[in-house]
């Protein structure tokens, strides 16, 4: 299986600053990333899909990066309402696996 | 629009079986270019994916949990299923149903059900 190592596992952020969090993969996944937002009992939202792709209705503040094993998820100018849980998630082939999660608070 | 809504029973013994079931409205399940997937989330947050069945019934699993798992589906009533046996306290989690687009990302999620494994 294709390991996913997800860096921070939390963060604290104040509100305006910018927030990027980092996804490697275990191979080359060539972009088949996928970033999730989770609020507390919620389900996973699609964020970003192709490593750099925005989700219908996500905010401009959000942008993917990365290739090969190294990806990542930066949010400038952090809003409250980011708060929440983000995982990363490939798809280069089954089974799928996810990150192990990002933590990030609102200062 | 596309919703997604699980079922199941909530609380089951160890070592019974269990039987979730999907109900999908907005889109049948048998278009085109969509897999259909089963994935839980433990306490402590950690997301696994179970396994999908595709639009034209192909199934694929985990591997780590092909021995134990079922997923099937009823065209008619546009809903699919997971049957998940030999439970243990291990399957405790929130499981979710989800579409996912074969470009490669799950668009649609399920609010979740909540299984308990404890006797």
């Known amino acids: 299986d294709i390991q996913m190592t997800q860096s921070p596992a939390s963060l604290s952020v104040s509100v305006g600053e910018t927030v990027t969090i980092t996804c490697r993969a275990s191979?080359?996944?060539?972009?088949?990333l996928a970033w999730y937002q989770q609020k507390q009992g919620k389900s996973p939202q699609l964020l970003v899909y192709?490593?750099?792709n925005l989700a219908d209705g996500v905010p401009s503040r959000f942008s993917g990066s990365g290739s090969g094993t190294q990806y990542s998820l930066k949010i400038n100018s952090l809003q409250s309402e980011d708060f929440g849980s983000y995982y990363c998630?490939?798809?280069?082939?089954?089974?799928?696996?996810f990150g192990g999660g990002t933590k990030l608070e609102i200062k | 629009d596309v919703q997604l809504q699980e079922s199941g029973p909530g609380l089951v013994k160890p070592s019974q079986t269990v039987s979730l079931t999907c109900t999908v409205t907005g889109i049948s399940i048998t278009t085109g270019n969509y897999r259909w997937s089963w994935i839980r989330q433990f306490p402590g947050n950690k997301l696994e994916w179970i396994g999908y069945?595709?639009?034209?019934?192909?199934?694929t699993y985990n591997p780590s949990l092909t021995s134990r798992t079922t997923i099937t589906r009823d065209t008619s009533k546009n809903q699919f299923f997971l049957e998940m046996n030999s439970l243990t306290a291990e399957d405790t989690a929130t499981y979710y149903c989800?579409?996912?687009?074969?470009?490669?990302?799950?668009?649609?999620w399920g609010q979740g059900t909540t299984l308990t494994v404890s006797s």
């Open positions: 989800a579409r996912e687009d074969t470009t490669g990302y799950f668009d649609y």
């Open positions: 192709a490593a750099t």
């Open positions: 998630q490939h798809f280069w082939g089954t089974p799928y696996t």
């Open positions: 191979e080359n996944i060539y972009s088949n």
């Open positions: 069945i595709y639009y034209s019934g192909t199934i």
